[in-house]
T-cell receptor, first 116, second 114 residues
Framework: GAGVSQSPSNKVTEKGKDVELRCDPI?????LYWYRQSLGQGLEFLIY????????KSGLPSDRFSAERTGGSVSTLTIQRTQQEDSAVYLC??????????????FGEGSRLTVL | AQSVTQLGSHVSVSEGALVLLRCNYS??????LFWYVQYPNQGLQLLLK??????LVKGINGFEAEFKKSETSFHLTKPSAHMSDAAEYFC????????????FGQGTTLQVKP
């Protein structure tokens, strides 16, 4: 597709379960970002991948959160032992190397996670 | 570390009135600054950006923003609001240097009344 694709668009899970959220960036984009959007909290940076460099994981809130990017393309955000406070919309964005230097990110529509 | 503060989580204007959404930044070096817009049930899209060229930046849909170093501000304006401008607006900052990480503000929801 032409844009950033995220799946699932909606996920309802029970507390304590693990979830995986997927992001398919724009073809050729070297940078990939994960953000979390909670009501009244704005966008919270989680993790940033740029090419083959070590990812910037400084925003991951706990060791229950992890992300990987395979082959420099698709990324998976994994949340283990989900808690109710993990309920949020998880946004993925990608950019070209030039775009990541100048801040032009292209966002997906997000994955809404609800933890019961 | 860089950060942005958006003053006012909700702003309401009448159609045709001036739109002013406030953003102040904190950065030890001149930053790159951005405004993004999120329409209901959609992803964010870039509205405009400041990258140290002209201090008055024009974006899409008639929006513009002015970088004021003395005030550490980057407020977003539009002379005349349209109903279609109703959305959530995010200010963001990226520090200079070898990182592409964007830090976003908490967002301002713009309501446009007929």
């Amino acid at each position: 597709g032409a844009g950033v694709s995220q799946s699932p668009s909606n996920k309802v899970t029970e507390k304590g379960k693990d979830v995986e959220l997927r992001c398919d960036p724009i073809s050729g984009h070297t940078a990939l970002y994960w953000y979390r959007q909670s009501l009244g909290q704005g966008l919270e940076f989680l993790i940033y991948f740029q090419g083959n460099s070590a990812p910037d994981k400084s925003g991951l809130p706990s060791d229950r959160f992890s992300a990987e990017r395979t082959g420099g393309s698709v990324s998976t955000l994994t949340i283990q032992r989900t808690q109710q406070e993990d309920s949020a919309v998880y946004l993925c964005a990608s950019s070209s190397r030039t775009g990541s230097n100048t801040g032009e990110l292209f966002f997906g529509e997000g994955s809404r996670l609800t933890v019961l | 570390a860089q950060s942005v503060t958006q003053l006012g989580s909700h702003v309401s204007v009448s159609e045709g009135a001036l739109v002013l959404l406030r953003c102040n930044y904190s950065s030890s070096v001149p930053p790159y600054l951005f405004w993004y817009v999120q329409y209901p049930n959609q992803g964010l899209q870039l509205l405009l950006k400041y990258t140290s060229a002209a201090t008055l930046v024009k974006g899409i849909n008639g929006f513009e923003a002015e970088f004021k170093k003395s005030e550490t501000s980057f407020h977003l304006t539009k002379p005349s609001a349209h109903m279609s401008d109703a959305a959530e607006y995010f200010c963001a900052v990226r520090g200079r240097g070898n990182t592409g990480k964007l830090i976003f503000g908490q967002g301002t929801t713009l309501q446009v009344k007929p």
